[in-house]
């Protein structure tokens, strides 16, 4: 079985496990919240990994690191979320920063990665 870049990059494996994490969070929000904080949460952390895994299979590293930035903006979107959940006291502020150095590991891995990304260049 062939095993493709993105899944040997730590950033899309710690990825997986914020996806995992999350889907736990947030299955503890209210019923009415299933087709709006719920979704949109959940489509944020699936974004991140999806973009890594997209960006990889583009030839120039300039694209690559397109997609990277994507990821992150979908990382802060699933950071602003939690908050939001925190506001709305569908999760604790405890809960909150348990997952908070996760994020900032894949968001400093992210950034990470895309310089390496732009290094390469065309």
Do not use: H
Request: aromatic share 10%; charged share 30%.
């Amino acid at each position: 079985m062939k095993i493709y870049s993105f899944e040997k990059l730590e950033v899309w494996q710690r990825g997986r496990e914020m996806v995992k994490a999350v889907y736990q969070l947030s299955g503890d929000f209210p019923a009415e919240e299933k087709f709006s904080l719920t979704q949109q949460i959940r489509r944020a952390c699936t974004s991140v990994t999806c973009n890594l895994a997209e960006g990889t299979a583009r030839y120039s590293g300039r694209d690559q690191a397109r997609f990277s930035e994507i990821a992150f903006g979908s990382l802060m979107e699933v950071l602003n979320l939690l908050i939001t959940a925190v506001d709305l006291e569908y999760i604790s502020e405890e809960r909150l920063f348990q997952q908070r150095p996760l994020i900032e590991e894949i968001g400093n891995k992210i950034n990470a990665l895309r310089e390496s990304q732009l290094r390469r260049g065309k």
